[in-house]
C-alpha cells in the first residue's frame, strides 16, 4: 500500500502550457520533498516543504505543502521540453522517505 | 565534495545465481545509507537503510539482505536470485537525521533475472 498517493500518472501537455501534479496522504509528514528522475539516473532533489501552507516557487515551478502536511502539489507554469520526467513526492519521518509512485512527464515541443 | 557510487551499472544474472550489488561514499563521514528497487517508471520502494556500521533495518521480507561492512560502503546481496528480484537499485545517502535532510542517490543499478 502507497502512503503517498500521487495523481495523474501520466501527464502530456504541448509546451507553453501548465501542469499541476498532486501528492496526498492520510498520514501526517515532517517534510514533503519533490524529486525529478531522467531515465536511467537516480532522482534528484528539487525542493523540500516543511511548513504547513508553506510555498516554494523555484523559477518557474511552484510547490504547495498542505496546512495539515498531508498534502503536496507541484505546479509548473509555462512547460519546457526540459521539464520532461518522472516527478516523485516523498515524505519524511523518522530516517527514511516514502515515495509516490510518480507522474511521468511529457512536455512536447 | 560528496560523490556516490554504484556498481556494476547492469546486470544481467539467471534465476537461482548470487547477486552482490555495491555503493560506496565519498567526501562524507557516518552518512545514514539506504537501499531501494524502482520498477519502469514508478515510485521506490525502501528496502533497507542503515544508520551505522553494522546496523541494518529492513523494511520489506524479501529475498535480499544488506550489509555495511564499514562506515562509506553499503552492500546489497542475495544468495538466490527470483525472477521477481529484476529491477532499477538505488542507493542514497543522508549526512544526517533532520527530516529535511536531502537524499542524494547514486546512477543506479539495473538488473535483470532471467
Known amino acids: 500500500t502507497q502512503l503517498l498517493e500521487q495523481s495523474p500518472q501520466f501527464l502530456s501537455i504541448q509546451e507553453g502550457e501548465n501542469l499541476t501534479v498532486y501528492c496526498n496522504s492520510s498520514?501526517?509528514?515532517?517534510?514533503l520533498q519533490w524529486y525529478r528522475q531522467e531515465p536511467g539516473e537516480g532522482p534528484v532533489l528539487l525542493v523540500t516543504?516543511?511548513?504547513?501552507?508553506e510555498v516554494k516557487k523555484l523559477k518557474r515551478l511552484t510547490f504547495q505543502f498542505g496546512d495539515a502536511r498531508k498534502d503536496s502539489s507541484l505546479h509548473i507554469t509555462a512547460a519546457q521540453p526540459g521539464d520532461t520526467g518522472l516527478y516523485l513526492c516523498?515524505?519524511?519521518?523518522?530516517?527514511?522517505?516514502?515515495f509516490g509512485a510518480g507522474t511521468t512527464v511529457t512536455v512536447r515541443a | 565534495s560528496q560523490t556516490i557510487h554504484q556498481w556494476p551499472a547492469t546486470l544481467v544474472q539467471p534465476v537461482g545465481s548470487p547477486l552482490s550489488l555495491e555503493c560506496t561514499v565519498e567526501?562524507?563521514?557516518?552518512?545514514?545509507l539506504y537501499w531501494y528497487r524502482q520498477a519502469a517508471g514508478r515510485g521506490l520502494q525502501l528496502l533497507f537503510y542503515?544508520?551505522?556500521?553494522?546496523?541494518i533495518s529492513s523494511e520489506v521480507p524479501q529475498n535480499l539482505s544488506a550489509s555495511r561492512p564499514q562506515d562509506r560502503q553499503f552492500i546489497l546481496s542475495s544468495k538466490k536470485l527470483l525472477l521477481s528480484d529484476s529491477g532499477f537499485y538505488l542507493c542514497?545517502?543522508?549526512?544526517?537525521?533532520?527530516?529535511?535532510?536531502?537524499?542524494?542517490f547514486g546512477p543506479g543499478t539495473r538488473l535483470t533475472v532471467l
Open positions: 542514497a545517502w543522508t549526512s544526517g537525521v533532520g527530516s529535511t535532510d536531502t537524499q542524494y
Open positions: 498520514s501526517v509528514f515532517s517534510s
Open positions: 516543504v516543511v511548513t504547513g501552507g
Open positions: 516523498a515524505g519524511a519521518r523518522d530516517y527514511k522517505l516514502s
Open positions: 567526501g562524507t563521514s557516518n552518512p545514514n
Open positions: 542503515s544508520v551505522g556500521i553494522g546496523q
